[in-house]
């Protein structure tokens, strides 16, 4: 028996782990425990634990930590946090590995403490690159603790192995979200208004802004501008919400008020959950922002993305990605361009399955974890 725990603390990272952690479920050679922390736990980030809930997996037990991130230092009080726990948690369940995705300063925690514990550390999505964030350097250093790496990339396999030093537990299983994709089912623009309340005009776009947590002022000036600039545009606008950093406060407060100025074309839903958020990513017309979904899952749909800041400078774009600068003038000129476009280009997503049914990131995963476990 394989025991695993699994950490999360982000909408994000449980969406791109949610197959793989359903199908170690139905193995009977592992046991997953499930450790839910962060925003999961935080009704201002839409109480995500209920998506966890709703998908029926078990959760083996809730870490609540502070979510005030107003500050650097309460986000440095946070990771003590989360090793205090996660460390306690470990301690109890005793598993041959903890699993964790990406970056986030949670995760970093949890790999500290598995590492001081003597727990191998599977690290999924490492060597990727965002010099615009904290996390970027937090990504690497969960690398150096873990001891299996399955990578979105030959790219990022070929980086972890130079973090390394060696290629040694290092794989590449293609982005995670490849499984949610080819486990889709997906829905109209009506019933996308039936299910979220949004109501769509003839050109709609999706927005995701996150701080940047290496930027003085957090990138309140690049979203600020985002604002301006959208109030120019005949389309309407579904926000959803920051990540838990240092600076969300504020753009949360300036998402809030922006809305309230017209409702009827303005909306904003904290959180999709997974299913919706890749069914948002095939209706809307553009994806605005600067998270790592318009970098990774929206070019794989093949959609318009605008991405804005140094957030995600230096990422590998796994499609055609229009970078600007944060300033109001490049801004709003890029949405110009974007609003000018007679017919966006419609997407073949049942083609886009059929090419991609045998590249599921989960069946790699789970088949090099068991044959490394039965030697």
């Known amino acids: 028996m394989i025991k695993i725990a699994i950490f999360t603390g982000t909408r994000a990272e449980y969406g791109l782990m949610r197959t ?3 199908k170690f479920n139905y193995e009977k050679d592992f046991k997953c425990s499930l450790l839910v922390s962060s925003t999961h736990l935080n009704s201002s980030f839409g109480n995500t634990i209920e998506e966890i809930n709703s998908d029926g997996i078990k959760i083996y037990r809730e870490l609540p930590i502070s979510i005030e991130c107003s500050f ?6 946070q990771t003590a946090e989360t090793i205090s726990l996660v460390s306690q948690t470990l301690e109890d369940l005793k598993p041959n590995y903890l699993l964790i995705l990406g970056d986030r300063f949670e995760s970093f925690g949890a790999a500290v403490s598995a590492h001081i514990l003597g727990i191998e550390i599977i690290h999924l999505h490492g060597g990727e690159t965002s010099l615009g964030a904290l996390d970027d350097k937090l990504r ?3 690398s150096q603790l873990s001891t299996l790496h399955f990578t979105s990339s030959d790219l990022h396999m070929k980086k972890v192995s130079d973090i390394l030093g060696s290629s040694k537990g290092v794989f590449n299983v293609g ?3 490849i499984d949610g ?7 109209s623009k009506q019933q996308f208004q039936n299910k979220t309340g949004f109501i769509f ?6 927005i995701t802004f996150h701080p940047e947590t290496l930027s003085e002022d957090f990138g309140i000036f690049g979203f600020q501008n985002l604002l301006e600039s959208l109030e120019k545009c005949n389309c309407n606008v579904l926000f959803t919400a920051p990540n838990a950093d240092t600076g969300s406060k504020s753009i949360l407060e300036k998402i809030i008020k922006f809305v309230a100025k017209n ?7 904290p959180s999709l959950g997974q299913e919706l958020y890749l069914n948002a990513l095939l209706l809307f017309d553009c994806i605005v922002g600067n998270s790592s979904s318009g970098i990774i899952e929206a070019p794989l749909l093949n959609k318009k993305v605008l991405n804005i800041g140094n957030r995600q400078k230096g990422r590998y774009r796994f499609g055609h990605v ?4 944060d300033d109001h003038k490049s801004i709003s000129k890029a949405l110009e361009n974007i609003l000018k476009i007679d017919k966006f280009e419609s997407f073949q997503f049942e083609e886009f399955k059929k090419n991609n049914i045998n590249k599921s990131p989960s069946n790699k995963i789970i088949k090099i974890l068991r044959d490394l476990n039965s030697k």
């Open 322 to 325: 229009i970078d600007v600068s």
């Open 181 to 187: 994709l080819l486990n889709l089912k997906n829905i």
């Open 263 to 269: 409702e009827k074309r303005y909306f904003y839903i």
């Open 175 to 177: 982005p995670m979200v």
């Open 72 to 77: 650097k230092k309460e986000m440095a009080a």
């Open 201 to 206: 005009s003839q050109i709609n776009l999706l």
């Open 140 to 142: 690497h250093a969960i």
């Open 20 to 22: 793989l952690i359903k």
